[in-house]
């Protein structure tokens, strides 16, 4: 554990007598609220570090997490708990609040990250930790930093799978932690890459294979979507992230826009033959199967909902 400076010993010695009357039942006094979640998220953090009463009331109180909940839904950040589909992993608002910050401050500092390789590492670690900390946002900016190394003439088979080993695994944290928007960022963003490997190397055999097989794994994340849309989670999720709007508000990086689940499915009928659809399908069964841990016979209501 790093020693607090004298500003951070300043506001933990202020701030420590309130969360205590706080914690005994008084009202949240919204100007000392307002007061914490001005901190830089550095400063937050440390002290945060060193008071674990401070910790529990930021993680766990319920007055200090509405709050919270609601600037980061001014901002058009997740503000809802999540739970990743096979259960392992578990972020809760304050996190994504940090995670939030740290974004912001990557986002404000772009054109420092151009002009020098130092503030670029610092930044980008920035970016990194917000990863950590699961926030969608952070995960869909770098995956759209993966996809840009490759708009490259002439990449090595080595580089570009490299590529797209990097972009698979900040896509299977974005589905595993976002359940259906997840996979319906994660199809878009896989759709996008592999049009660029088909239609913008059509010389190159092995890149054009790799932009197909990168479009079937697109059609089944979009299929994933549509099985797990009825969930719970997909639901609380879904209504965190448009701000309660739905399908129609979401931004995908191929700037796909349907109103309904019936258009979307229909999207997918007119990109892949009906056999196609149905081996798709069947992956996209077991791959949720598998990572919900339910028996085989679960899927078969989920195709007949299909």
């Known amino acids: 554990m790093t020693t607090l400076n004298d500003q951070e010993k300043t506001i933990l010695t202020f701030i420590e007598p309130k969360i205590t009357a706080y ?44 709050v919270i909940a609601k600037k980061l839904k001014e901002s058009n950040y997740i503000n809802v708990p999540i739970q990743s589909m096979d259960g392992k992993e578990r972020h ?111 010389k190159n055999e092995a890149a054009r294979n790799d932009g197909i097989a990168l479009h079937d794994e697109a059609a089944k994340d979009f299929l994933c979507a549509f099985l797990l849309r009825q969930h719970t989670p997909s639901i609380s999720i ?9 399908l129609a508000s979401l931004s995908c990086e191929e700037d796909l826009h349907f ?17 196609q659809y149905e081996k798709l399908l069947h992956l996209a069964e077991r791959e949720i199967a598998s990572i919900l841990n339910l028996p085989e016979h679960d899927t078969t209501e989920w195709k007949k909902a299909a």
């Open 92 to 202: 809760e608002v304050f996190d994504h609040y940090l995670a939030a910050l740290m974004t912001q401050f990557y986002l404000a500092n772009l054109p420092t990250i151009r002009r020098s390789i130092k503030a670029k590492q610092f930044y980008l670690t920035m970016l990194d930790k917000a990863c950590e900390l699961g926030l969608y946002n952070a995960l869909v900016i770098r995956c759209k930093q993966t996809m840009r190394k490759a708009v490259v003439p002439d990449l090595s088979i080595v580089v570009r799978q490299e590529i797209i080993q990097s972009l698979t695994a900040d896509i299977r944290r974005l589905t595993n932690l976002y359940w259906n928007i997840g996979y319906l960022q994660a199809g878009s963003l896989r759709q996008g890459l592999g049009n660029y490997f088909v239609g913008g190397e059509e």
């Open 259 to 275: 109103e309904t689940w019936e258009e979307f499915q229909s999207m997918i009928y007119d990109w892949v033959t009906e056999e």
């Open 23 to 66: 914690t005994s039942g008084m009202p949240i006094d919204d100007v000392v609220a307002d007061y914490l979640l001005k901190l830089p998220y550095d400063v937050l953090i440390a002290i945060c570090n060193h008071s674990s009463q401070l910790n529990y009331f930021m993680h766990s109180d319920p007055r200090m997490l509405s």
């Open 238 to 246: 879904m209504n965190a992230l448009t701000q309660g709007k739905g």
